[in-house]
């Protein structure tokens, strides 16, 4: 905005253009000190000068002297602005007084706020005003080249990327092989099987302290599982033959066994293919119907013959009924 003035009665124009100019300048944001005219102001001025205050334009006359004593005639506190020229600077006429006036921020920086004032122009300036250091990934808001105006709040969230690495189980693999010796059901593990290790690379991103993204760039096998394999038997079970598990008991008669549905006095024949181990006892005991797998109860005596008690229980054992 530009504004012309013309003085043609002194005495009369030169106190009412202060009037103008102190609207205007106001307008612009200067700060206005207001004085009784003195017998100066009124005192017809012959200097044409502009006076350019953050981006508002006016034209004055003055008198001749400093920068300083035509501010003052203008009643236009400097205080706390940028002046140029300096003030101490004599009065040419058509001179440029170039007045900035700082701008009142806010930033928000690793958890505080804070408010400052700057005379940059950028929201990349005003940071290194406030002293604040930014880091490579930072996010600024608004943008570091946007333009500053009054009020603006600046918000900076640290961003933070770190490596990490993860151990992490590889399931082993369960594989059957058929063999022809054993009983349908009879199963055997001759390998056990034995997870692995992988470690997983992957890259964090942090803000402000908390995670927002996690992206894998790598992996590597650091132990290789061991597969299970299991032994199926494929031979049927032969009739009057039973297949499972026998568990003890403290029988009344030596080396007898308890079954379920086999007539008392039933001679069968106890076989161990783990150990090879066979044993022919008879049935004088009747078994209750646990199920688990249980299919004898062997006296002590007979159980030992095949483990110690403390065993327990010995698996896929294989009853044939004696004819």
């Given at each position: 905005m ?13 106190c ?5 100019l102190?609207a205007?300048?106001?307008?612009a ?7 009784e005219?003195?017998?100066?102001a ?8 502009v ?14 002297g ?6 003052s005639?203008l009643q236009?506190d ?9 003030l ?5 006429p ?6 900035t006036?700082?701008?009142s ?7 505080s706020t804070?408010t ?19 880091g490579?990934?930072?996010?600024v808001e ?7 105006t009054s ?20 399931p ?5 092989q ?20 992988k470690?997983?690379?992957?890259l964090?991103?942090?803000q402000d302290g908390?995670?927002?993204?996690k992206q894998?760039t790598?992996?590597e ?12 038997g ?7 033959s039973?297949?499972?598990?026998a ?5 009344h ?19 161990d293919?783990s150990?090879?181990?066979s ?17 004898i109860d062997l006296s ?14 010995l698996?896929?054992?294989t009853?044939e009924?004696?004819q």
């Amino acid at each position: 905005m530009t504004i012309l003035r013309h003085f043609r009665q002194p005495h009369f124009l030169a106190c009412l253009g202060a009037a103008v100019l102190t609207a205007v300048l106001l307008t612009a944001g200067l700060t206005v000190v207001h004085r009784e005219p003195t017998r100066a102001a009124v005192v017809a001025s012959h200097i044409p000068i502009v006076v350019r205050s953050n981006g508002y334009t006016t034209t004055a006359s003055v008198q001749t002297g400093t920068i300083a004593m035509v501010l003052s005639e203008l009643q236009i506190d400097p205080t706390g602005s940028k002046i140029y020229p300096a003030l101490a600077t004599q009065v040419q006429p058509n001179l440029l007084i170039e007045i900035t006036h700082p701008l009142s921020l806010t930033i928000t920086a690793d958890g505080s706020t804070k408010t400052f004032a700057t005379f940059q122009t950028t929201v990349q300036g005003a940071i290194g005003d406030a002293d604040v250091q930014l880091g490579n990934l930072d996010k600024v808001e608004p943008s570091l080249d946007a333009p500053l105006t009054s009020d603006l709040h600046i918000t900076i969230r640290r961003i933070q990327q770190k490596t990490v690495t993860t151990d992490l189980d590889i399931p082993f693999a369960k594989t059957t092989q058929p063999n022809p010796t054993q009983f349908v059901g009879q199963n055997t593990i001759t390998q056990a099987g034995v997870n692995g290790t992988k470690r997983v690379t992957s890259l964090v991103t942090l803000q402000d302290g908390k995670q927002i993204s996690k992206q894998k760039t790598g992996e590597e096998t650091i132990l290789t599982p061991v597969a299970q394999i299991t032994v199926k038997g494929t031979k049927p079970v032969p009739q009057n033959s039973w297949y499972g598990d026998a568990t003890w008991f403290y029988a009344h008669y030596p080396m007898s066994a308890a079954m379920t549905n086999v007539a008392w006095g039933t001679r069968v024949k106890v076989t161990d293919p783990s150990s090879g181990k066979s044993l022919i006892v008879p049935v004088l005991d009747k078994l209750p119907n646990w199920g688990n797998g249980v299919v004898i109860d062997l006296s002590s005596d007979a159980f030992q013959y095949f483990a110690p008690l403390g065993h327990g229980r010995l698996v896929h054992l294989t009853v044939e009924k004696i004819q």
